[in-house]
């Protein structure tokens, strides 16, 4: 069955790398070449102009090529993974998964160059011969000592950063989970006992690393393959392990590890016996790195030591160092200042952001990506996992600082709080065009009830409110299953005191809110009773009878259930003082810009008089994201060229709007290609009444807009925020089920925000 299941993952992982195109990587293009004047720019005579200006001044080839965002992973395939010395073309498909890595996390452009050539020195002279194309060099998968020669000489004759990943970046995930398993372990660097098997660039480049974080040279104890490096050894030295020979009559692993603290392995497997992690000091720390099979096996370690704490390089146990925790955020950071090196003073930076981050409370795209596994900071969550989104914010602008105050970086950040916003807004897609909302909702403290205050969403919302926000959070939702899943998820908020809870079972003003619900529906067939069970049972009612009340600013819903069920609620119970739903609005957010949508959901086939109320609505709605609204009335007819009924309702509707001076721009009706298309339109309709593409979408019908909104969101990469319910004075809105714990944390910023700020 073992053989089964192997050659399924084996076949698997081919056609993954295989299929639908072969390889990992391919090139697009970032600028358009769609005709003779295109080519002229691209090309001959255009390019001349760039050409020149970089010859005038070298560090112009950041705004004219993509250097500055180029980083080359070389690699002669001498030690790949744990597959030894396989040649440079095998090791073409783990150089393509790193330049991977770098693009999904950080962004960062990347070529892999493959080198047939095992002499450092000359290696050495290809790489350097390389610096005019990239901004930064990633070596990867060099044997030692090999790899520290061509590093050394690398950094010592390029004026870009060099960084060998299997070094610096091993070192840098194991020093930040070194601090942690301190933390943890309640001990310091400068106490404790290390016990490291594994000679390579990896070992040297950990124990390295610890010495600058404070462990004492005396206090590091270095085995290989021939037992421990001590002074006097001939096998197998080079200047690398001398560094760390000890005065010793000891030969053997076995005879070093009495009263170790920390055993590093980055050797093989079943290296460390249980009975060696017996000899160990209390609650050890055993980081046993080797791939694919650890030193020793988190199960084997912990039945000779319960309290151990325990890293490995496998995902299937907890804390695995991992590189790509450092490596995209430490080149994003030293590509955005032009530094010229990486320097010590960068890499424990990287160490100290990666480290705290840990420590902080576990993000909801983490929580998601691991669902299942415990994320909160303790023995089994030493260092954050690599879908944390937080990371690209924290360790990039960490290592930018760095690089500034020691000198190294050739361009200037001068506000790094905008800076990280920026980071974070490649990660957190919807984080720069909500920057606007967030603001404004900053200058007000509105308290918002959650309907689904168990969902495990609404609670890390909640908790981000709490973190990020001057809003209140109100959930409502049972105490014991509120606070359990808090406690699973790894939150640290909890009810009563963090935030207000209701309980529907047993709440000391459950009378008053049913009472006050019978009041308002008691003419709509709705007795004492009824009303009664309703509010034991019905967290959308309970919610909005909150918000009736005046204990509530706004109500958010929807979490689960269908949409116009929790519609009639809000409607018949928040629908006064000239309030009700005229609608609601999606912001898609695409690679190219955001792009509105509505009705979505409120009405099916809207009036005309309804299609008015949602374009006045949608405009109003769009300038709060500090967006200059360009609504565009769709149908399947267009500029009166087709009788039909969306199109009648539409040009109704459009009289509607003419019949009034606007403040916004719209046009129609029209196909959706001529709103997104202005030569499109001009063609079509010549002299309209704005210039661009819309980015407002209005259709007569639900259907239409709904189905937009789904296509965009599941096969256009669109993410949403919203819908917003618009008519509603914020009193209330209802996402979908869909909505992930970010979008509910874009909602309560939304209707965190007073009606008066935005008209």
Not at 665 to 692: K, W
């Given at each position: 069955?073992?053989?089964?299941?192997?050659?399924?993952?084996?076949?698997?992982?081919?056609?993954?790398?295989?299929?639908p195109?072969?390889?990992?990587?391919?090139?697009?293009?970032?600028?358009?070449?769609?005709?003779?004047r295109?080519?002229a720019?691209?090309?001959?005579?255009?390019?001349a102009?760039?050409?020149?200006e970089?010859k005038?001044?070298?560090?112009?080839?950041r705004?004219?090529t993509?250097?500055g965002n180029?980083v080359?992973?070389?690699?002669n395939g001498?030690?790949?993974l744990?597959?030894?010395?396989?040649g440079?073309l095998?090791?073409k498909?783990?150089?393509?998964?790193?330049a991977?890595?770098?693009?999904?996390?950080?962004?960062i452009?990347?070529?892999?160059?493959?080198?047939?050539?095992?002499?450092?020195y000359?290696?050495?002279?290809?790489?350097?011969?390389?610096e005019?194309?990239?901004?930064?060099?990633?070596?990867?998968?060099?044997?030692?000592?090999?790899?520290f020669?061509?590093?050394?000489?690398?950094?010592?004759?390029?004026?870009?950063p060099?960084?060998h990943?299997?070094?610096h970046?091993?070192a840098?995930?194991?020093?930040a989970?070194?601090?942690?398993?301190l933390?943890?372990?309640?001990?310091?660097?400068?106490?404790?006992?290390i016990v490291s098997?594994?000679?390579?660039?990896?070992?040297?480049?950990c124990?390295?690393?610890?010495?600058?974080l404070?462990?004492?040279?005396?206090?590091?104890?270095?085995c290989?393959?021939?037992?421990?490096?001590?002074?006097?050894?001939?096998?197998?030295?080079n200047p690398?392990?001398e560094?760390?020979?000890?005065?010793s009559?000891?030969?053997?692993?076995?005879?070093?590890?009495?009263?170790?603290d920390?055993?590093?392995?980055?050797?093989?497997p079943?290296?460390?016996?249980p009975?060696?992690?017996a000899?160990?000091t209390?609650?050890?720390?055993v980081?046993?790195?080797?791939n694919?099979?650890?030193e020793?096996?988190?199960d084997?370690?912990?039945?000779?030591?319960?309290?151990?704490?325990?890293a490995?390089?496998?995902s299937d146990?907890?804390n695995?160092?991992?590189?790509?925790?450092?490596?995209?955020?430490?080149?994003?950071?030293a590509?955005d200042?032009?530094?010229?090196?990486i320097n010590?003073?960068m890499?424990?930076?990287c160490?100290?952001?990666?480290?705290?981050?840990a420590?902080?409370?576990t993000?909801?795209?983490a929580?998601?990506?691991?669902?299942?596994?415990?994320?909160t900071?303790?023995?089994?969550?030493?260092?954050p996992?690599?879908f944390?989104?937080?990371l690209i914010?924290v360790?990039a602008?960490?290592?930018?600082?760095?690089?500034?105050?020691?000198?190294?970086?050739?361009r200037e950040?001068?506000?790094?709080?905008?800076?990280?916003?920026?980071?974070?807004?490649?990660?957190?897609?919807?984080?720069?065009?909500m920057?606007?909302?967030?603001?404004?909702a900053?200058t007000?403290?509105?308290?918002?009830?959650f309907?689904e205050?168990?969902?495990?969403?609404?609670?890390?919302?909640?908790?981000?409110?709490?973190?990020?926000m001057t809003d209140?959070?109100i959930l409502i939702?049972?105490?014991?299953?509120?606070?359990?899943?808090?406690?699973?998820?790894?939150?640290?908020i909890r009810?009563g005191?963090?935030?207000?809870?209701?309980?529907?079972?047993n709440d000391?003003?459950?009378?008053d809110y049913?009472?006050?619900?019978?009041?308002?529906?008691?003419?709509k067939?709705?007795?004492?009773?009824?009303?009664?069970?309703v509010m034991?049972?019905?967290?959308?009612?309970i919610?909005?009878?909150m918000?009736?009340r005046?204990?509530?600013?706004?109500?958010?819903?929807?979490?689960?259930?269908?949409?116009?069920?929790?519609?009639?609620?809000i409607?018949?119970?928040?629908?006064r003082?000239?309030?009700?739903?005229?609608g609601?609005?999606?912001?898609?957010?695409?690679?190219?810009g955001?792009l509105?949508?509505?009705d979505t959901?409120v009405?099916?086939?809207?009036?005309?008089?309804?299609?008015?109320?949602?374009?006045?609505?949608a405009?109003?709605?769009?300038?709060?994201f500090?967006?200059?609204?360009?609504i565009?009335?769709c149908?399947?007819?267009?500029?009166?060229?087709?009788?039909?009924e969306?199109g009648?309702?539409?040009?109704?509707?459009?009289?509607?709007?003419?019949?009034?001076?606007r403040?916004f721009?719209?046009?129609g009706?029209?196909?959706?290609?001529s709103a997104l298309?202005q030569?499109?339109?001009d063609?079509?309709?010549?002299?309209?009444r704005y210039?661009?593409?819309a980015?407002?979408?209005?259709?007569a019908?639900?259907?239409a807009?709904?189905?937009?909104r789904n296509?965009l969101?599941?096969?256009g990469?669109g993410?949403?925020v919203?819908?917003?319910?618009?008519?509603?004075?914020?009193?209330?809105?209802?996402v979908?089920p869909?909505?992930?714990?970010?979008?509910?944390?874009n909602?309560?910023a939304l209707?965190?925000t007073?009606?008066?700020?935005y008209?």
């Amino acid at each position: 069955m073992d053989d089964v299941r192997h050659d399924n993952a084996r076949q698997a992982a081919l056609n993954y790398h295989e299929y639908p195109k072969p390889g990992k990587l391919e090139i697009r293009a970032t600028k358009p070449l769609a005709n003779g004047r295109d080519l002229a720019l691209a090309y001959s005579p255009g390019v001349a102009e760039a050409c020149l200006e970089i010859k005038a001044d070298p560090a112009t080839a950041r705004r004219y090529t993509s250097r500055g965002n180029l980083v080359a992973v070389v690699s002669n395939g001498t030690a790949v993974l744990g597959l030894g010395n396989i040649g440079a073309l095998a090791s073409k498909p783990v150089m393509e998964g790193k330049a991977v890595l770098f693009k999904k996390f950080a962004n960062i452009d990347c070529f892999d160059i493959e080198v047939n050539e095992s002499d450092p020195y000359k290696l050495a002279e290809i790489v350097c011969a390389l610096e005019p194309t990239f901004g930064a060099i990633n070596l990867e998968d060099i044997k030692a000592p090999d790899c520290f020669i061509v590093e050394a000489l690398c950094r010592e004759r390029m004026n870009i950063p060099v960084f060998h990943d299997d070094q610096h970046g091993t070192a840098i995930v194991v020093g930040a989970a070194a601090t942690n398993a301190l933390h943890v372990a309640g001990k310091k660097f400068e106490d404790i006992k290390i016990v490291s098997t594994g000679g390579g660039a990896a070992g040297i480049a950990c124990l390295n690393m610890l010495l600058k974080l404070g462990v004492k040279r005396e206090n590091v104890w270095l085995c290989d393959i021939h037992g421990l490096v001590y002074e006097g050894r001939e096998v197998d030295m080079n200047p690398q392990k001398e560094a760390f020979a000890q005065a010793s009559d000891k030969r053997s692993l076995t005879e070093v590890i009495d009263g170790a603290d920390l055993f590093l392995g980055l050797s093989g497997p079943g290296v460390l016996k249980p009975e060696m992690v017996a000899r160990m000091t209390r609650q050890p720390i055993v980081f046993a790195l080797a791939n694919p099979s650890p030193e020793i096996t988190p199960d084997d370690a912990r039945s000779v030591a319960p309290d151990v704490i325990m890293a490995t390089g496998r995902s299937d146990f907890p804390n695995q160092v991992n590189n790509v925790l450092c490596f995209p955020f430490i080149f994003r950071g030293a590509l955005d200042v032009g530094a010229t090196t990486i320097n010590d003073e960068m890499e424990l930076a990287c160490i100290e952001g990666i480290a705290a981050l840990a420590r902080a409370t576990t993000s909801a795209e983490a929580a998601a990506a691991y669902k299942g596994e415990q994320l909160t900071f303790g023995p089994e969550y030493l260092i954050p996992k690599p879908f944390d989104p937080r990371l690209i914010g924290v360790v990039a602008s960490a290592v930018a600082r760095a690089a500034m105050e020691t000198g190294v970086a050739t361009r200037e950040i001068d506000d790094f709080p905008a800076y990280r916003r920026k980071l974070e807004g490649s990660v957190f897609k919807s984080a720069l065009i909500m920057r606007p909302v967030f603001q404004a909702a900053a200058t007000a403290e509105r308290r918002i009830v959650f309907a689904e205050g168990e969902d495990e969403r609404v609670l890390r919302a909640a908790n981000a409110m709490i973190e990020e926000m001057t809003d209140k959070p109100i959930l409502i939702g049972r105490p014991e299953v509120v606070e359990a899943r808090c406690e699973r998820a790894g939150l640290p908020i909890r009810p009563g005191r963090d935030f207000d809870l209701v309980n529907p079972e047993n709440d000391p003003r459950y009378r008053d809110y049913w009472e006050t619900f019978h009041e308002l529906m008691a003419r709509k067939g709705v007795s004492p009773d009824i009303a009664r069970a309703v509010m034991r049972t019905n967290t959308t009612a309970i919610g909005a009878v909150m918000v009736h009340r005046g204990e509530a600013d706004s109500l958010i819903c929807g979490t689960f259930g269908q949409y116009l069920w929790h519609l009639n609620y809000i409607r018949d119970l928040l629908g006064r003082e000239g309030r009700h739903p005229v609608g609601a609005l999606s912001l898609m957010i695409l690679e190219d810009g955001p792009l509105f949508i509505a009705d979505t959901h409120v009405h099916t086939d809207p009036t005309p008089a309804q299609i008015f109320e949602a374009v006045t609505g949608a405009a109003r709605h769009v300038k709060r994201f500090g967006l200059t609204p360009k609504i565009a009335l769709c149908a399947s007819s267009q500029f009166g060229n087709l009788n039909c009924e969306t199109g009648d309702r539409m040009r109704a509707a459009i009289n509607l709007l003419d019949a009034a001076p606007r403040d916004f721009c719209y046009e129609g009706e029209m196909h959706i290609d001529s709103a997104l298309d202005q030569d499109l339109r001009d063609r079509i309709f010549p002299g309209g009444r704005y210039d661009g593409a819309a980015n407002v979408l209005i259709f007569a019908n639900s259907d239409a807009a709904s189905g937009v909104r789904n296509i965009l969101k599941m096969k256009g990469g669109g993410l949403e925020v919203g819908p917003i319910l618009m008519g509603m004075g914020n009193k209330a809105h209802i996402v979908t089920p869909s909505i992930t714990a970010r979008g509910l944390l874009n909602m309560s910023a939304l209707a965190g925000t007073p009606v008066a700020h935005y008209g």
